[in-house]
């Protein structure tokens, strides 16, 4: 079983940075692929952003290339999650997600196993 905390969210104005972080319990973090999803009210939950358990691949959906970067540490059992240029659309609840023992991450929810209670990310203009 694994448990997946996020932390870092909050109210920031357009243009700002915040960083995101994902706990998780247990002693497989570094079995993991991770990625981080966000939600609307009324839309479905969309990737944002995955990296494999090694960390040398990753995904960023289009929308956030250049602004975001995910990383991890595997010491540490963390993923984060560094939004820069911030904008209003990119206020969602954001969730940390694993999927077990894959080296390779997947982009639809169904790929993954594990999820976090998510943090409010909130963007004004």
């Known amino acids: 079983q694994v448990q997946l905390v996020e932390s870092g969210g909050g109210l920031v104005q357009g243009g700002g940075s915040l960083r995101l972080s994902c706990a998780a319990s247990g002693r497989t973090f570094r079995s993991n692929a991770m990625g981080w999803f966000r939600q609307t009210p009324g839309k479905e939950r969309e990737l944002v952003a995955a990296?494999?358990?090694?960390?040398?691949?990753?995904y960023y959906v289009a929308s956030v290339k250049g602004r975001f970067t995910i990383s991890r540490d595997n010491a540490k059992n963390t993923v984060y999650l560094q939004m820069n240029s911030l904008k209003p659309e990119d206020t969602a609840v954001y969730y940390c997600?694993?999927?077990?023992?894959?080296?390779?991450?997947?982009?639809?929810?169904?790929?993954?196993?594990?999820w976090g209670q998510g943090t409010q990310v909130t963007v004004s203009s």
């Open positions: 990296i494999g358990r090694s960390g040398s691949n990753t």
């Open positions: 997600a694993a999927r077990s023992y894959s080296s390779v991450f997947g982009t639809a929810t169904r790929d993954y196993d594990y």
